[in-house]
């Protein structure tokens, strides 16, 4: 367990521990979950003051949302199976002042969630530093635990990967080669028809940095990865039948579909660098599709989910 949190439910072993019965592997009907990212506690105040180096002194206002958006997510029906946190869950760098505060306050705010809705957590770029290091790994896996591993829901094989190992592992290469072993193994399974396994009905990708903004052929920037790395990856990710990634990072909305592959990039619980509201998505999986929606944490509160998605799930 990450602290002493029951419903943080821990990765161990590359395998999420409590979504791993074989029940699971088998597709019962449509279900819904919540991708959230960027909780980031200390990066609005840090925002406002220009100083985004760094680690922000005041995270009140994160706080808050976060809670808001355990509130609305508590009150959703039908339940989601989890709800997914994809990155920089606070601001402050590893070892840097301010680190342990932001985490205790963030832990105290997601210990609301109800117990029947498991928590994943990805790790972003403040999680583990712009160039990560064994040691930083390590610190995240302490807290939040392992950066990256797959499990099962309702028939789906959800692999969380750290793509931070894909922008710049040059302080930690054999991590970075460990991962991407374990990377082909998780989707070569998946796609083989001799697996022990059962196929997934669906496979879904859990990151933090977007392998794209808008469109794969795009220039290199902060907020993706680097054009050869994403082609790459979106080659491999295609010919396993991944269905969707999802990531965090840019604060904003974006992402696309190109020849079936939906890079779903989500905008913030906390800061907005953009025009759109704090927020959280809400994923609906159906036998044949992966349909999502940005929602306010306002919106949510009040009226739930959209009345579309949740016909869907009585289908």
Excluded at 22 to 41: K, V
Excluded at 111 to 134: A, E, Q, R, Y
Excluded at 152 to 178: K, T
């Amino acid at each position: 367990m990450a602290g002493n949190v029951n419903m943080f439910l821990r990765a161990t072993h590359r395998t999420f521990s409590g979504l791993t019965e074989d029940a699971e592997h088998e597709w019962n009907g449509p279900f819904c979950f919540i991708q959230a990212a960027d909780p980031q506690l200390g990066l609005m105040k840090a925002w406002r003051d220009g100083d985004c180096d760094g680690g922000g002194d005041e995270w009140a206002e994160e706080v808050q949302l976060t809670k808001h958006a355990v509130e609305a997510v508590n009150q959703l029906s039908p339940r989601p199976r989890f709800m997914v946190l994809c990155g920089d869950l606070v601001h402050a760098m590893p070892g840097t002042p301010f680190r342990e505060g932001q985490e205790r306050d963030l832990k105290a705010a997601l210990k609301g969630t109800d117990p029947s809705i498991p928590l994943v957590f990805v790790s972003g770029n403040h999680d583990l530093g712009n160039t990560p290091t064994p040691s930083s790994v390590e610190q995240y896996c302490r807290s939040w635990g392992d950066d990256y591993f797959s499990f099962w829901v309702g028939g789906v094989l959800c692999l969380v990967l750290n793509s931070q190992l894909f922008y710049d592992a040059s302080a930690c290469p054999q991590l970075q080669e460990a991962q991407k072993t374990w990377l082909e193994a998780q989707l070569s399974r998946a796609s083989s028809s001799s697996s022990v396994e059962p196929k997934p009905k669906h496979l879904l990708v859990f990151q933090h940095i977007p392998l794209y903004l808008k469109n794969p052929d795009e220039e290199d920037d902060y907020f993706s990865l680097q054009r050869e790395v994403r082609l790459n990856l979106m080659d491999r990710f295609k010919r396993a039948g991944v269905k969707a990634i999802f990531s965090g990072h840019y604060h904003r909305n974006a992402g696309g579909c190109h020849d079936g592959l939906d890079m779903v990039v989500s905008s913030a619980i906390g800061c907005q660098l953009g025009e759109d509201t704090h927020g959280v998505r809400v994923v609906v999986v159906t036998a044949d599709s992966i349909v999502h929606r940005y929602h306010s944490l306002e919106q949510l509160r009040a009226r739930g989910m959209d009345e579309d998605l949740r016909k869907l799930l009585q289908a």
